[in-house]
Nanobody, 115 residues
Framework: QVQLVESGGGLVQPGGSLRLSCAASGSVYSINVMGWYRQASGKQRDLVARITRYGSTDYVDSVKGRFTISRDNAKNTLFLQMNSLKPEDTAVYYC?????????WGKGTLVTVSS
C-alpha cells in the first residue's frame, strides 16, 4: 500500500505561482511513475504531468513551459512547480503513484486562479 498526501494548493492571481507537494509513505519502493492530475468542476480528471523513477518527464501541452514536475526519491516527495498560472488551471490537483503493488491516489488539493 502507498499513501499520498498533497499540499500547497490555494488561491492565486493570474500570472502567479504555486508549488504543490505530495508526500508518499508506505511501500514507496514499489513506485515506478508518479504524476499530477487535475479535475475542474464538472469535468473529468486529466493528466497534467508525470515522472518516472529515473526522472523522465511528460507534460500535457497546455502546461508545457509553465509547469515543472520533479521528485525527491530520498524524501519520497513529488512536486509540481506551477508558474504563469491561468484561470483555466483552476482545479483540484491529485497526486498519483503507479506502483507494482497497485495504483494510488491522494485526496487532492484545490488550486484556484482568480483575480
Amino acid at each position: 500500500q502507498v499513501q499520498l498526501v498533497e499540499s500547497g494548493g490555494g488561491l492565486v492571481q493570474p500570472g502567479g505561482s504555486l508549488r504543490l507537494s505530495c508526500a508518499a509513505s508506505g511501500s514507496v519502493y514499489s513506485i515506478n511513475v508518479m504524476g499530477w492530475y487535475r479535475q475542474a468542476s464538472g469535468k473529468q480528471r486529466d493528466l497534467v504531468a508525470r515522472i518516472t523513477r529515473y526522472g523522465s518527464t511528460d507534460y500535457v501541452d497546455s502546461v508545457k513551459g509553465r509547469f515543472t514536475i520533479s521528485r525527491d526519491n530520498a524524501k519520497n516527495t513529488l512536486f509540481l512547480q506551477m508558474n504563469s498560472l491561468k484561470p483555466e488551471d483552476t482545479a483540484v490537483y491529485y497526486c498519483n503513484a503507479d506502483a507494482y503493488s497497485g495504483n494510488y491516489w491522494g485526496k487532492g488539493t484545490l488550486v484556484t486562479v482568480s483575480s
